[in-house]
């Protein structure tokens, strides 16, 4: 129904950036809420970022300050800029998205994941 494709992990050094992208296809049209989940080595998958469909955003606390979530809803796409990198950031993200088709009707898609490593 709907597919979440994930770009921009890579490696980067200490206090660097990094922009990941994802962007939704198929059926797009009851697309609601998106957001940002990592998992660490060892840990928990965790929120990171979300933003509603009207541009509400929340922020896990370990990002609030550094991370900025933000969406192109003409291009089904949503970004997180992320700065000051540290090592604690390393893991895979995950982007989420949910589509309602009715009040009771609700579906959650995640990505494949991208890799972010930051060095030390």
């Known amino acids: 129904q709907v597919q979440l494709m994930e770009s921009g992990g890579g490696l980067v050094q200490i206090g660097g950036s990094l922009r990941l992208s994802c962007t939704a296809s198929g059926d797009i049209s009851n697309l609601n809420a998106m957001g940002w989940y990592r998992q660490a080595p060892g840990k928990q998958r965790a929120l990171v970022a979300h933003i509603s469909d009207g541009g509400k955003t929340s922020y896990g606390d370990s990002v609030m300050g550094r991370f900025t979530i933000s969406r192109d809803n003409a291009q089904n796409t949503v970004y997180l800029q992320m700065n000051n990198l540290k090592p604690e950031d390393t893991a895979v993200y995950y982007c989420?998205?949910?589509?309602?088709?009715?009040?009771?009707?609700?579906?959650?898609?995640w990505g494949e994941g991208t890799d972010v490593t930051v060095s030390s």
């Open positions: 989420n998205a949910i589509s309602r088709s009715a009040d009771t009707v609700v579906t959650v898609h």
